[in-house]
């Protein structure tokens, strides 16, 4: 009535639900705890290894979060809120832009500008609050005439039927993954670098650096001691001969497979935050941030996994160690009730 009224000759335009998402777009879920996101989001970006990735958060506090954590373990990222200046924004946009940050945290309203062709992963680190949202989201990525992939994570019953709305919403299937082990991603790393090597040895030149192989030979080292300590300071192994930390060394700590789930006697009540444990353990031990998992504060007593083989190492040199100061105590945990 009201259209009839005030309107002369409007047009009808009319978006079918097969026409909301891209074709090009792959569309998988995993069943993550709000705990393990930071981990799993982590793991996903080191075995995919997206050029420019966006993730998606709800909420700004959540941005600021979840950008620090990343920054922590080791990863060039940068958030994006309405609470940012516009030229912040505009700043943090053109980092991305030029890949001098490769992860971008974004709430939907501040996104609604992003207008980048090489996205190639977009992280529903939250489930969107509206079916549309998640339309425009995963529009990000799949531009061009490109190929591009949207992961979704989903806590507990409540999310897996708001996936299900949208599912209906848009008219397309969205496929549950198993999260990625920690072999999983050493396993691809490994593949990716043997790979290069091959194309470095099929592509390049390699006269210029037969001198310098001259020179490590001459020091009665054989080429494949030289070609394996080159493997090493690639790749960042840690020393083969470094004594290994065996199924037997931990009983049952909570930890998922291949990690081990230390107490630290210091929680909320000393202002203790994630960005902290991660921080001291990292520089202390020299573990990439990357590598530390799950972290739960309560309010005198933290839990954080690390993965099994740095285990002891990690407790060794944090033994009285300090975390925001204070001195701690570190121990393998008690398997979970």
Same mark, same amino acid.
């Given at each position: 009535?009201?259209?009839?009224?005030?309107?002369?000759?409007?047009?009808?335009?009319?978006?079918?639900?097969?026409?909301?998402?891209?074709?090009?777009?792959?569309?998988?879920?995993?069943?993550?705890?709000?705990?393990?996101?930071?981990?799993?989001? %982590?793991?996903?970006?080191?075995?995919?290894? *997206?050029? #420019? &990735?966006? +993730?998606?958060? !709800?909420?700004?506090?959540?941005?600021?979060?979840?950008?620090?954590?990343?920054?922590?373990?080791?990863?060039?990222?940068?958030?994006?809120?309405?609470?940012?200046?516009?030229?912040?924004?505009?700043?943090?946009?053109?980092?991305?832009?030029?890949?001098?940050?490769?992860?971008?945290?974004?709430?939907?309203?501040?996104?609604?500008?992003?207008?980048?062709?090489?996205?190639?992963?977009?992280?529903?680190?939250?489930?969107?609050?509206?079916?549309?949202?998640?339309?425009?989201?995963?529009?990000?990525?799949?531009?061009?005439?490109?190929?591009?992939?949207?992961?979704?994570?989903?806590?507990?019953?409540?999310?897996?039927?708001?996936?299900?709305?949208?599912?209906?919403?848009?008219? %397309?299937?969205?496929?549950?993954?198993?999260? *990625?082990? #920690? &072999?999983? +991603?050493?396993? !691809?790393?490994?593949?990716?670098?043997?790979?290069?090597?091959?194309?470095?040895?099929?592509?390049?030149?390699?006269?210029?650096?037969?001198?310098?192989?001259?020179?490590?030979?001459?020091?009665?080292?054989?080429?494949?001691?030289?070609?394996?300590?080159?493997?090493?300071?690639?790749?960042?192994?840690?020393?083969?001969?470094?004594?290994?930390?065996?199924?037997?060394?931990?009983?049952?700590?909570?930890?998922?497979?291949?990690?081990?789930?230390?107490?630290?006697?210091?929680?909320?009540?000393?202002?203790?935050?994630?960005?902290?444990?991660?921080?001291?353990?990292?520089?202390?031990?020299?573990?990439?941030?990357?590598?530390?998992?799950?972290?739960?504060?309560?309010?005198?007593?933290?839990?954080?996994?690390?993965?099994?083989?740095?285990?002891?190492?990690?407790?060794?040199?944090?033994?009285?160690?300090?975390?925001?100061?204070?001195?701690?105590?570190?121990?393998?945990?008690?398997?979970?009730?």
């Amino acid at each position: 009535r009201i259209t009839k009224e005030y309107q002369k000759n409007p047009e009808l335009v009319q978006v079918t639900h097969k026409q909301l998402t891209v074709p090009s777009i792959e569309q998988y879920y995993f069943e993550v705890p709000n705990a393990k996101k930071a981990e799993v989001l %982590s793991r996903l970006i080191d075995l995919h290894n *997206p050029k #420019l &990735s966006l +993730v998606f958060c !709800n909420t700004k506090k959540m941005v600021d979060e979840l950008v620090g954590q990343l920054q922590n373990r080791g990863y060039t990222a940068d958030g994006l809120h309405g609470d940012m200046t516009q030229a912040l924004r505009t700043r943090t946009m053109e980092k991305f832009k030029s890949g001098r940050i490769e992860i971008l945290v974004a709430t939907d309203v501040a996104a609604r500008g992003i207008d980048v062709d090489d996205i190639e992963i977009v992280f529903n680190y939250d489930v969107p609050q509206d079916e549309e949202y998640y339309v425009h989201r995963i529009g990000r990525t799949g531009r061009a005439g490109k190929a591009g992939v949207a992961f979704t994570f989903v806590s507990g019953r409540k999310q897996i039927y708001e996936l299900r709305d949208i599912q209906r919403y848009t008219n %397309s299937k969205i496929t549950l993954k198993a999260v *990625p082990s #920690l &072999s999983d +991603v050493e396993e !691809n790393k490994t593949n990716k670098f043997v790979q290069d090597v091959l194309n470095t040895l099929k592509n390049s030149d390699l006269e210029p650096y037969n001198k310098i192989v001259d020179q490590l030979l001459e020091q009665d080292y054989s080429s494949l001691d030289i070609a394996c300590a080159l493997i090493k300071m690639s790749m960042g192994k840690d020393d083969v001969d470094m004594p290994k930390v065996t199924n037997d060394d931990f009983e049952d700590t909570g930890a998922e497979s291949g990690m081990v789930r230390l107490f630290i006697n210091i929680g909320k009540s000393q202002k203790v935050t994630p960005r902290d444990v991660v921080g001291a353990i990292a520089g202390e031990t020299g573990l990439a941030g990357k590598m530390i998992g799950s972290i739960s504060i309560y309010d005198n007593y933290t839990f954080v996994e690390v993965p099994k083989e740095n285990a002891r190492e990690v407790m060794s040199i944090m033994q009285d160690g300090k975390i925001k100061g204070k001195k701690i105590s570190i121990e393998p945990a008690k398997a979970r009730s």
